[in-house]
């Protein structure tokens, strides 16, 4: 027992004359404590928010056009003249996802299309900021896209049997197909079909592309 003790009480002693945590000290390693776990919270909170973003704007499994709403709308809210999302994307996601008529390419190109258009979007949007969307130059920025995602190499509307072009055709309302942005983005999609499949078509076929292009060059005008 004394063996023990010895030891014990030196350690005790030593302890004991070693500089005393006096009140002041206290608070202020108390104040100190209080302000790390607040900064902690706030990052924990940050990052809990970003993640539930991003979560919202990545696109599910099964295609779909919920991100429109859950996503888009949210982090870039705009009126409803410029409200590209509601207006135009929402609405012929829906429109050609529920068409059940399309060929086996229809579909494929059809599925890339969307996603294409979907992705194009996300990295456009300020998640901290969204009062800093600007409405406009994400309308015109969306319609770009419809250039590049409709003619990929993957599957490209320039390939596309002629069964396909007629639901597409039927599935846009004229007047977005003939105002100035439905204009632009067909004739970008012309130039780009004339590229794509310069060595596969006849001299008839190119004639009529060329006609099309100075029809939609008009329209533009």
Not at 92 to 101: M, P, S
């Amino acid at each position: 027992m004394i063996w023990f003790d010895r030891p014990f009480r030196r350690g005790w002693a030593l302890y004991s004359n070693s500089a005393p945590i006096r009140p002041q000290n206290q608070n202020r390693y108390f104040i100190i404590s209080q302000a790390s776990l607040a900064i902690f919270l706030i990052f924990m909170l940050l990052c809990f928010f970003s993640n539930h973003a991003q979560a919202q704007c990545s696109n599910s499994v099964k295609l779909g056009c919920g991100v429109y709403t859950q996503c888009f709308e949210r982090y870039c809210p705009c009126s409803a003249d410029k409200n590209y999302f509601t207006n135009y994307g929402k609405r012929y996601c829906e429109k050609f996802i529920g068409r059940n008529d399309w060929s086996t390419q229809g579909v494929a190109w059809r599925d890339k299309t969307l996603l294409c258009l979907q992705e194009a979007i996300i990295p456009k949007l300020d998640l901290d900021h969204p009062e800093k969307c600007d409405c406009s130059k994400m309308k015109d920025f969306a319609f770009q896209t419809h250039i590049s995602c409709y003619s990929q190499n993957t599957a490209s509307i320039c390939r596309l049997p002629a069964s396909d072009w007629s639901k597409i055709i039927q599935t846009i309302d004229t007047a977005d197909l003939l105002d100035a942005y439905g204009a632009k983005q067909m004739l970008g999609i012309v130039n780009v079909c004339i590229g794509q499949q310069a060595g596969d078509i006849g001299n008839d076929i190119k004639e009529k592309w060329k006609q099309a292009k100075e029809k939609l060059s008009n329209i533009i005008k």
